[in-house]
């Protein structure tokens, strides 16, 4: 997987989280780095369950 998707996603979700929670809130504030933290951390999550759920997948059809 091309990681330049991954960051752009990050940014994309990061950005968006930031402009829900903090409307009035400049962009180079603490709050961004926080929410660039969240969203890196939920996209991490998604990736992990994602690949347990393909492995788990892949491990159920070798049984079959």
């Known amino acids: 997987m091309d990681i330049n998707i991954l960051e ?3 940014g994309i979700a990061a950005k968006n ?3 829900m929670k903090y409307p009035d ?3 180079d504030s ?3 780095k926080e929410c660039i933290s969240d969203a890196v ?3 991490n999550n ?3 369950v994602s ?3 393909m492995e ?3 491990a159920d059809s070798d049984n079959s």
């Open 51 to 53: 690949a347990d759920l």
């Open 25 to 27: 809130k400049d962009v």
């Open 8 to 10: 752009e996603a990050a």
């Open 17 to 19: 989280l930031f402009n």
């Open 46 to 48: 998604f990736m992990r």
């Open 56 to 58: 788990k997948q892949n």
């Open 30 to 32: 603490r709050e961004m």
């Open 41 to 43: 951390f939920i996209i």
